[in-house]
């Protein structure tokens, strides 16, 4: 063998030693001496580089990857090095479904797969109902690229507001597969624990880099039954995948092997009867060689269009505010299309960052409230669930209620059950009204509960055919509003919610057949220290 500058070691292993050097020290050692450098820039080297998911974790930040490994990619031997560079070469990613294609199962006509594309509506894909905790259920999706680089997966699973107990229907853990056919995935991913929130989860597929068109989620067990039938469902409301499409590719030799691998994990072949129609649902142009990859690149979708636009445009609200010109920033905003979707919690982060980028000393308005000022001055806008809660958090620091219960009552707020809940702890009687309107039974209650408004309770519940946890409801009833609780308990019984032995075991009396439940609750009454109350009918009008 060939020996080398190291001492005694053939030139094989020396290049088997440069692949685990990090890529700065590669670099210094390629400066050492000619044999050095021709020995760095070996294609083994690079290419175990390419391959090493250690080196690429190491540049890892939070929630984002600086370069990933080459996954299936494979280039000539030379090409290695600048492949490697061009692995690192990306910037912002896109979102990257095009449509639903088709899901394992379907509740109802009007909860498809397609309601999952809009992460701002309240829509949801719902599986069937089984018996069977641990059964499972997929998504399919296309991409908006045949070819694309798919970097992460975002969950929203499905909170019931209008369901006894808030229930939120997800699943135990789920797998994440791409492909370039509808009906063949050849990457799988690991299997991702799935918490039960509706908050959106991240589940990410890099550093390895994963290219596809088309893109399964697969669904693991069930945690939740629905109240009235007792069976498990798995329910999503948002689904969104983000990464590159090819037509953001750059990179010459990354976007050519990118294509190549397409081209040879679509190869033809014949498919059965359960999948041609899922199949006829994918492209019209397949990539068929290195010909196509120009048309590829120049196929820029118009997804990808408006959010470089939308990029754009937020550099540009930026230097408004920074030369002074506020009000300008912010109408450019509020008469913005819907398809351009600036109205965002992200310009209200940019608005206040360019704000304290002015230093303390500018003469110019802050631009969020000169924001939320001329939004409510605007007749024909309800402010979003980002705006409205933005107002919220500036009216309660300056102590004023008063403007986000104006707001609520003409209709100007976005209301929610988050809006709700900020507002709470400062007016019970307002976020009561949030609730109604943005139809969260479970808190309705609780705050008629709060404020001991019986006879609102029941008009609520008889009204809405809903049952809460009257046991519960009771209970912490009894707690809070020990003068006329009797009354409210006998009214459940009479307007048949709940039986006298109901009543009783919720407060854990003494029953026996034949008991007078009045006499009972009376003796329950006397024994229980007396509590304020804040009145039966004090937002009886309300309902």
């Not at 499972?136 to 798919?150: A, G, P, R, T």
């Not at 120009?294 to 505010?321: D, F, G």
């Not at 912010?330 to 230093?359: D, I, K, M, Q, Y």
Request: aromatic share 10%; net charge neutral; hydrophobic share 40%.
């Amino acid at each position: 063998m060939e020996k080398t500058s190291f001492p005694y070691l053939p030139a094989e292993v020396a290049v088997e030693l440069f692949s685990f050097i990090e890529t700065l020290s590669l670099l210094r050692a390629s400066q050492v001496s000619r044999q050095w450098n021709e020995w760095t820039e070996q294609g083994e080297v690079w290419r175990r580089l390419s391959s090493n998911l250690a080196v690429a974790s190491m540049s890892k930040t939070p929630h984002h990857f600086r370069r990933f490994t080459r996954g299936d990619l494979m280039v000539k031997d030379m090409e290695w090095k600048q492949l490697y560079q061009e692995l690192g070469s990306f910037g912002s990613q896109f979102s990257l479904i095009a449509q639903g294609l088709k899901s394992s199962s379907l509740d109802n006509e009007s909860q498809d797969i397609s309601q999952t594309l809009d992460i701002r509506s309240q829509h949801f894909w719902s599986s069937q109902g089984s018996s069977d905790p641990d059964s499972s259920e997929f998504l399919i999706y296309k991409l908006i690229q045949h070819v694309c680089v798919v970097s992460k997966v975002e969950i929203n699973i499905y909170k019931a507001l209008y369901q006894s107990g808030l229930p939120i229907y997800a699943p135990k853990t789920l797998q994440i597969s791409v492909g370039f056919r509808a009906d063949e995935f050849y990457y799988r991913s690991p299997y991702f624990a799935v918490e039960v929130t509706d908050d959106t989860q991240e589940f990410w597929l890099g550093p390895r880099l994963v290219c596809g068109g088309f893109l399964k989620i697969e669904f693991f067990g069930r945690t939740q039954t629905q109240p009235g039938d007792d069976l498990y469902y798995t329910v999503v409301r948002a689904v969104r995948c983000l990464g590159y499409p090819i037509a953001t590719i750059r990179s010459p030799l990354l976007a050519s092997s990118m294509l190549q691998l397409a081209i040879d994990k679509t190869a033809a072949r014949v498919h059965d009867a359960s999948t041609r129609d899922i199949v006829q649902s994918g492209y019209d142009d397949v990539p068929a060689n290195q010909e196509d990859l120009a048309r590829l690149l120049n196929a820029v979708p118009r997804s990808v269009t408006l959010e470089i636009h939308r990029k754009s445009t937020m550099k540009a609200l930026e230097q408004m505010i920074a030369r002074g010109s506020v009000e300008e920033a912010c109408s450019r905003v509020l008469t913005s299309s819907p398809e351009e979707n600036l109205r965002t919690a992200e310009v209200l982060h940019r608005f206040r960052r360019a704000h304290r980028s002015s230093g303390k000393n500018s003469k110019s308005p802050c631009p969020v409230r000169c924001y939320l000022s001329m939004a409510l001055r605007n007749q024909q806008l309800t402010l979003n669930f980002e705006e409205a809660m933005e107002l919220a958090k500036h009216a309660i620091n300056e102590n004023n209620i008063k403007l986000i219960d104006f707001c609520v009552r003409a209709d100007k707020l976005e209301c929610s059950m988050e809006l709700g809940d900020l507002v709470r702890p400062h007016s019970l009687q307002t976020a009561l009204l949030i609730y109604l309107k943005s139809f969260v039974p479970d808190k309705v209650v609780d705050c008629l509960v709060e404020l001991g408004n019986g006879r609102g309770i029941i008009h609520y519940i008889n009204g809405m055919q809903y049952r809460p946890d009257l046991p519960s409801v009771i209970r912490k009833f009894a707690r809070l509003h020990t003068t006329h609780f009797v009354e409210f308990a006998l009214a459940l019984v009479e307007h048949q919610l709940l039986r006298d032995v109901d009543v009783a075991v919720a407060l854990e009396l003494q029953w026996e057949p034949g008991s007078d439940l009045l006499n009972l609750l009376s003796r329950f009454q006397d024994a229980r220290p007396r509590s304020g109350s804040i009145g039966d009918a004090s937002m009886f009008h309300i309902l």
